[in-house]
């Protein structure tokens, strides 16, 4: 086949050059983008008079019908006409003969490739981001129910203080709220439409750009044409996005996957979201958390493999860029995989409450309560802090829980203790942390409903 670049050329490419130079495989997928991008192209240069109305009228119709066939999987391309845009051209030309190649006036693939990622990544953002406010839901849901379920809250993986369970699920909340944020910014900078740039210095012809902006749907068109067809900001932006979305995810699966060693016991995973061993008989295996905690390392990657790809490229267009494209499909891929999936998981698992409550009982985890009982009552907090470490060396020591200390034993350590029912247990402890964002049950109610604002 004729190569519609060929002109100047005296031999047939290489097929192996064919081959290489090809991204049909992978670019297939922004065929509607392209048709959607070209009949709004059409439509301008018909509008403008830069073709004749009727042949802009047969281009669309012809585009129309193309979108038909390929939605009906009618259409197989063809590697020789190297990507989607080409493709989608010969297909018309094939159709609809020589007013085909009208189609291409005062438009470049570098402009037209730009544009139809720019559409392919709006549609994703808005993909993702309903993925996770869906996931959200299901934590605020988990919560709800969960409110009164205490359990060890830790630093350095060690029991620090006594939290609700719900505390714990909220926190991932706003994670996830801050990731829908950043998708949500780096659709304000990919709502840009590139057409019209041409290959890098714009076009002679009278292009009428904001009407294929509103035709697109877009709020606004590029300033500059060599920055338009050579960024791909947006797309290292969706990257790094969804790679802190990918380490929000791979942090939850850690502790599922902890949680439901038999060790804590903190969980129980249902059977349909879990796996068996080949040789082990007994085994129940969290692989699901596992997937989404490994996938997270193939989302740094693709963000790494773009930033790497982007460094070293002097302006304008260079055939390096043709390698955006198999990073940000793989990277949507696996979120709209994987935060489902965390979200089936989660509404599927059963929270053994009682473990997490007695993990809480005589694991000094209201030490800091006892500090701040002594502070009260005018003790400075640092001579406080080493008084209640003192009593929990002493505990240690005698298998005790603070809770079997004698007045006596606790006027051995200050003279400000009055009696034993200050020593409380996990219960008081996250009832006295009654500030905005602690863990009160007023405050965990307010916070449910500030989270249920942000989703609703």
């Given at each position: 086949?004729?190569?519609?670049?060929?002109?100047?050329?005296?031999?047939?490419?290489?097929?192996?050059?064919?081959?290489?130079?090809?991204?049909?495989?992978?670019?297939?997928?922004?065929?509607?983008?392209?048709?959607?991008?070209?009949?709004?192209?059409?439509?301008?240069?018909?509008?403008?008079?830069?073709?004749?109305?009727?042949?802009?009228?047969?281009?669309?119709?012809?585009?129309?019908?193309?979108?038909?066939?390929?939605?009906?999987?009618?259409?197989?391309?063809?590697?020789?006409?190297?990507?989607?845009?080409?493709?989608?051209?010969?297909?018309?030309?094939?159709?609809?003969?020589?007013?085909?190649?009208?189609?291409?006036?005062?438009?470049?693939?570098?402009?037209?490739?730009a544009l139809d990622l720019r559409m392919y990544?709006?549609?994703?953002?808005?993909?993702?981001?309903?993925?996770?406010?869906?996931?959200?839901?299901?934590?605020?849901?988990?919560?709800?129910?969960?409110?009164?379920?205490?359990?060890?809250?830790?630093?350095?993986?060690?029991?620090?203080?006594?939290?609700?369970?719900?505390?714990?699920?909220?926190?991932?909340v706003w994670m996830l709220n801050r990731d829908?944020?950043?998708?949500?910014?780096?659709?304000?900078?990919?709502?840009?439409?590139?057409?019209?740039?041409?290959?890098?210095?714009?076009?002679?012809?009278?292009?009428?750009?904001?009407?294929?902006?509103?035709?697109?749907?877009?709020?606004?068109?590029?300033?500059?044409?060599?920055?338009?067809?050579?960024?791909?900001?947006?797309?290292?932006?969706?990257?790094?996005?969804?790679?802190?979305?990918?380490?929000?995810?791979?942090?939850?699966?850690?502790?599922?996957?902890?949680?439901?060693?038999?060790?804590?016991?903190?969980?129980?995973?249902?059977?349909?979201?879990?796996?068996?061993?080949?040789?082990?008989?007994?085994?129940?295996?969290?692989?699901?958390?596992?997937?989404?905690?490994?996938?997270?390392?193939?989302?740094?990657?693709?963000?790494?493999?773009?930033?790497?790809?982007?460094?070293?490229?002097?302006?304008?267009?260079?055939?390096?860029?043709?390698?955006?494209?198999?990073?940000?499909?793989?990277?949507?891929?696996?979120?709209?995989?994987?935060?489902?999936?965390?979200?089936?998981?989660?509404?599927?698992?059963?929270?053994?409450?009682?473990?997490?409550?007695?993990?809480?009982?005589?694991?000094?985890?209201?030490?800091?309560?006892?500090?701040?009982?002594?502070?009260?009552?005018?003790?400075?907090?640092?001579?406080?802090?080493?008084?209640?470490?003192?009593?929990?060396?002493?505990?240690?020591?005698?298998?005790?829980?603070?809770?079997?200390?004698?007045?006596?034993?606790?006027?051995?350590?200050?003279?400000?203790?009055?009696?034993?029912?200050?020593?409380?247990?996990?219960?008081?402890?996250?009832?006295?942390?009654?500030?905005?964002?602690?863990?009160?049950?007023?405050?965990?109610?307010?916070?449910?409903?500030?989270?249920?604002?942000?989703?609703?």
């Open positions: 086949m004729a190569k519609l670049w060929g002109g100047r050329f005296g031999k047939e490419t290489s097929e192996l050059v064919d081959r290489f130079n090809a991204s049909i495989e992978f670019d297939s997928r922004l065929w509607e983008y392209d048709i959607k991008g070209s009949i709004a192209h059409a439509r301008m240069l018909g509008k403008a008079g830069i073709i004749p109305k009727e042949d802009a009228d047969t281009i669309v119709r012809g585009l129309e019908g193309i979108a038909e066939d390929i939605s009906a999987g009618k259409v197989e391309f063809d590697v020789s006409a190297e990507d989607i845009h080409m493709n989608v051209e010969k297909l018309l030309r094939e159709r609809i003969g020589d007013v085909a190649g009208r189609l291409h006036t005062a438009r470049s693939r570098n402009d037209q490739v990544v709006k549609d994703q953002i808005s993909n993702v981001n309903s993925a996770i406010l869906s996931l959200e839901r299901a934590l605020v849901s988990l919560a709800e129910q969960h409110k009164g379920t205490v359990m060890p809250g830790y630093t350095h993986m060690q029991h620090a203080q006594p939290v609700p369970l719900a505390h714990h699920l909220l926190a991932y829908r944020e950043r998708f949500s910014d780096c659709y304000r900078r990919t709502d840009v439409m590139p057409l019209g740039s041409g290959a890098m210095a714009g076009t002679s012809f009278p292009l009428d750009r904001r009407f294929v902006a509103k035709e697109l749907g877009f709020s606004t068109i590029s300033e500059n044409s060599m920055d338009a067809v050579s960024d791909r900001d947006f797309v290292v932006e969706f990257l790094s996005a969804a790679s802190i979305l990918g380490m929000h995810l791979s942090r939850f699966a850690e502790e599922i996957i902890i949680w439901n060693t038999r060790e804590f016991g903190f969980v129980v995973l249902d059977d349909a979201m879990a796996t068996g061993s080949s040789l082990m008989p007994q085994k129940k295996n969290p692989d699901v958390a596992e997937l989404i905690r490994g996938k997270t390392g193939r989302l740094y990657g693709n963000l790494i493999s773009m930033l790497t790809t982007l460094k070293g490229l002097p302006l304008t267009y260079n055939k390096d860029l043709q390698e955006d494209k198999e990073p940000i499909f793989d990277t949507v891929d696996t979120l709209l995989m994987c935060v489902p999936i965390l979200e089936q998981l989660l509404l599927t698992t059963t929270f053994c409450t009682d473990t997490m409550s007695a993990g809480v009982k005589g694991d000094f985890s209201n030490a800091t309560d006892i500090a701040d009982y002594l502070v009260r009552r005018g003790v400075p907090f640092r001579a406080a802090h080493g008084i209640a470490g003192r009593m929990v060396q002493y505990c240690e020591e005698n298998k005790k829980t603070f809770s079997d200390l004698s007045l006596e034993e606790l006027k051995g350590f200050s003279d400000k203790f009055e009696n034993t029912s200050m020593v409380g247990g996990a219960k008081e402890s996250i009832e006295a942390r009654d500030i905005p964002g602690s863990t009160a049950p007023g405050r965990i109610l307010e916070q449910i409903e500030a989270a249920k604002r942000s989703l609703y």
